[in-house]
């Protein structure tokens, strides 16, 4: 009795989960706009070194404050620069014959990003902070300034290739697409001409102002769709 109770309540379940998932042509669909980027955010960082703590901070506000001077000429809007993280330690180097401090260095790194709405002024920005006293650049990431826009496009795309993909399977099965009784959206997806690097800033980068060292290429934006259509015999 109590297996007859455990099948029945097996086949109860099953037949929920049945009623549950949707039947029709099920497809996955995807769209991509290709996009000139229209934006580069570039994050720089100061990285100083004194024998105090109180000296080490002296000299990185030093740089920070002549840095933010010079991104409001550069008409640089306040909401595009942000600080990226702070750090601040000591290191204590400690005798051959023991652990007796030797000697105490502190350091201080700071990170500043700022995002540029007109990336032919990259080159120009980059060696005005390079004279400022920035050590290097942390990454340089290339944006776009209509970023839902060309989202909404690639939904388009993604929506008419799932429904390409169902009118091909139905012709097969010699039966007709429906409406679509479930759709389901991954995330969107950027394939970025994202240059991630540590660059060390040598004085003789400033040497050529008229030298362009950022090729800014294309950004691919993925909407990637799943969608259910019924049936119609």
């Known amino acids: 009795m109590k297996k007859l109770f455990l099948a029945v309540a097996l086949l109860f379940t099953i037949g929920l989960v049945a009623q549950e998932q949707p039947s029709g042509i099920s497809v996955n669909g995807e769209g ?26 002296e000299n990185t506000d030093k740089v920070i ?4 001077k ?7 809007p306040q909401k595009n ?20 401090p030797n000697a105490i260095n502190f350091y201080a790194n700071q990170s500043i990003s700022v995002l540029l709405t007109d990336v032919s002024k990259y080159d120009e920005i980059t060696r005005g902070l390079l ?21 909404a496009q690639a939904r388009l795309k993604a929506i008419a290739d799932a429904k390409s993909k169902a009118n091909e399977y139905a012709k097969a099965l010699e039966v007709k697409v ?40 294309e950004m ?12 119609i015999n």
Do not use: C, W
């Not at 934006?39 to 703590?53: F, P």
């Not at 404050?65 to 933010?68: P, Y």
């Not at 691919?220 to 049936?231: D, G, L, M, N, W």
């Open 131 to 151: 004279e400022l006293g920035i050590n290097g650049i942390n990454s340089v990431q290339f944006k776009s300034s209509e970023i839902e826009k060309y989202e």
């Open 178 to 217: 429906g409406t679509p009784i479930l759709i389901s959206e991954s995330s969107n997806t950027y394939s970025n001409p994202q240059v991630f690097r540590t660059m060390e800033m040598k004085q003789s980068s400033v040497s050529s102002s008229n030298t362009q060292t950022l090729a800014v290429g």
């Open 65 to 68: 404050d002549e840095v933010l």
């Open 220 to 231: 691919e934006i993925k909407a990637q769709i799943h969608v259910v259509f019924s049936i």
């Open 81 to 100: 620069i942000q600080t990226e993280y702070v750090r601040l330690g000591k290191n204590v180097q400690t005798s051959k014959y023991g652990n007796v």
């Open 32 to 57: 991509t706009i290709t996009v000139v980027p229209d934006e580069v955010l570039i994050q720089v960082y100061i990285q100083e070194e004194a024998s105090s703590a109180q000296k080490v901070k």
């Open 70 to 76: 010079y991104l409001k000429s550069e008409k640089i």
